[in-house]
């Protein structure tokens, strides 16, 4: 038997590079008796937590295996070329896939972009396990990465600096849930995240503290002066 999900909180998971700040003030505001749990995971791991029931949902990044899932994109990202300093790109202020191609340009095995066709640049020796290990070997003038510009601003350095590719590939960003039937919460957040108002909400505010009853205003009674008659004369 499947035991009922906890209405005290919701549970979000989020991956690196995603900040959900604006979205959690506002649901501190519209359910402020409901914690919004923030849970950091890559999206593989953020896939299972969904499945597991151990978040109510995710924003992770796309593509992803939908099966058994609801999915809405949210935003695609800006890739870019992370470069050291005195690198020729760090002196542009934009660049193209193309002038990568003599670059040795770091693949880590968490890379968050899929390319449709080859990638860019030479490969590495080797790949590195995380984006962060590759970042400290592009300081250490190993090579060049390419990421989603929110990986570029997480892992900012002051000896590196990143540069748009014009034609590369975006990085989408999406909400995915199990595919049943919606709670209240999880469409309360759906609603946050689409940018919906308060008034504009599809679900009540149960949690909400109803406004004191007031009293219906009351008139006060005005005098009126006895009608002159009609015979009276004037003074």
């Keep these: 038997m499947t035991e009922p999900r906890d209405t005290t909180a919701f549970r979000l998971g989020y ?59 949210l935003y695609t990202e800006t890739t870019v070329a992370v470069v050291p300093k005195g690198h020729v790109l760090a002196a542009t202020e934009e660049a193209a896939v193309a002038d990568l191609t003599d670059e040795i340009v770091l693949r880590p095995q968490d890379d968050a972009l899929v390319w449709p066709g080859e990638r860019p640049g030479r490969s590495a ?29 997480l892992h900012h350095r002051r000896d590196l600096v990143y540069r748009p590719l014009t034609d590369a590939p975006g990085s989408g960003v999406g909400l995915a849930w199990p595919d049943a039937e919606n709670t209240e919460l999880m469409e309360e957040f759906i609603g946050i995240v689409r940018g919906r108002t308060a008034n504009s909400s599809r679900t009540p505010r149960r949690d909400a503290t109803p406004a004191p009853d007031r009293p219906a205003p009351t008139r006060k009674k005005v005098a009126r002066r006895p009608a002159a008659r009609r015979g009276a004369r004037r003074r």
């Design 15 to 73: 991956v690196p590079g995603v900040t959900p700040g604006k979205w959690a003030r506002i649901w501190a505001e519209r359910r402020p008796r409901v914690t919004l749990e923030l849970v950091s995971a890559t999206t593989d791991e953020a896939l299972e937590l969904i499945r597991s029931g151990a978040v109510d949902a995710a924003v992770l990044r796309l593509p992803i295996d939908r099966t058994g899932l609801h999915t809405i994109p």
């Design 125 to 153: 020796a080797f790949d590195p396990a995380t984006t962060a290990a590759a970042i400290e070997l592009v300081a250490a003038g190993v090579g060049l990465l390419v990421v989603p510009q929110s990986l570029a601003r």
